[in-house]
């Protein structure tokens, strides 16, 4: 039981790094329908700018900031540059999927040319694992956990009571109704991009802590996770997001206590498909839109 306890509480710390990534990919697809493959190496990107900055002499939480902010302008970016283009066109998801995947590995290789492909160190010692309840945790798992509910309960906070948050869940239900209604959407697709790639950008870095090392493809090895956790939850929707990267970061971390490591993310994916064949859905309804 101990050590079922112990798992559990490495999963709450494992799920609060993908939720935050699993709710930036559900932004996204609510207000463009479609997955974007390079989020994993959006991740990656945010870590070294994190890292770059942090050896620099610059403040930690500075640091990470600013890794959120340079993969947030990447967003708009790649909203502008890659894929409007291609949604103006009214291309099918299968060749959006595709030049997704393209500009992934356009990122990977950019990180290998600026950063090599060496793995960096990159980790905070913030003291030895404490006993909360029957959790052991780390100092930085307790960070996480509770930065990631902090910016999870903000960005519950703008779409409710915001007029930024009505406005992008406006646009995610009917974008025509909402252009008809006075709303900028393509100003309001833009600001999306830009928070869901801060969100990816911290939980980047967030993942390169818990790990401690820093390499280009150390996002792209997580991205069927939240995927995972994306579809579970129902795909364009942030609440269904959050739940299940919860039950994904526990699963996985359960499983690993019982099994060799290797093979704790097939059985959990295994239990996340046995949920879907009763609910294919996802837990909550997904219609790719934000209610």
Not at 63 to 89: D, E, K, Q, Y
């Amino acid at each position: 039981m101990n050590q079922l306890l112990q798992a559990v509480g490495f999963g709450l710390a494992t799920a609060s790094v993908v939720a935050l990534a699993a709710v930036a990919v559900s932004l996204q697809v609510s207000v463009t329908n479609f997955f974007n493959f390079a989020f994993g190496d959006f991740m990656s990107l945010g870590a070294y700018v994190a890292w770059t900055a942090s050896q620099a002499g610059v403040n930690f939480v500075l640091s990470v900031l600013i890794g959120g902010a340079a993969v947030g302008v990447l967003g708009v970016l790649a909203n502008f540059l890659v894929f409007r283009p291609f949604m103006r066109r009214g291309v099918r998801p299968v060749t959006l999927l595709i030049v997704g995947v393209g500009l992934a590995f356009i990122i990977q290789n950019a990180l290998i040319l600026i950063w090599t492909p060496s793995p960096r160190r990159f980790s905070l010692n913030l003291g030895n694992a404490l006993h909360i309840g029957p959790f052991l945790l780390t100092p930085g798992d307790l960070i996480m956990i509770g930065a990631s509910a902090a910016l999870l309960l903000l960005l519950h906070l703008m779409l409710t009571y915001t007029k930024f948050g009505k406005a992008i869940r406006a646009t995610s239900n009917n974008i025509d109704l909402a252009q008809s209604c006075g709303i900028d959407s393509d100003r309001v697709i833009s600001l999306t991009w830009f928070i869901a790639g801060l969100l990816t950008a911290l939980a980047g870095v967030g993942l390169v802590l818990q790990e401690s090392t820093l390499s280009p493809t150390t996002g792209f090895s997580e991205l069927f996770i939240i995927f995972g956790a994306v579809i579970l939850g129902g795909i364009g929707r942030p609440y269904g997001a959050m739940l299940g990267a919860l039950i994904v970061g526990v699963l996985t971390e359960v499983a690993g206590a019982y099994v060799n490591a290797a093979y704790k993310t097939s059985i959990a994916f295994g239990v996340v498909i046995l949920l879907l064949l009763f609910r294919p859905q996802g837990l909550i309804k997904a219609r790719g839109l934000i209610r």
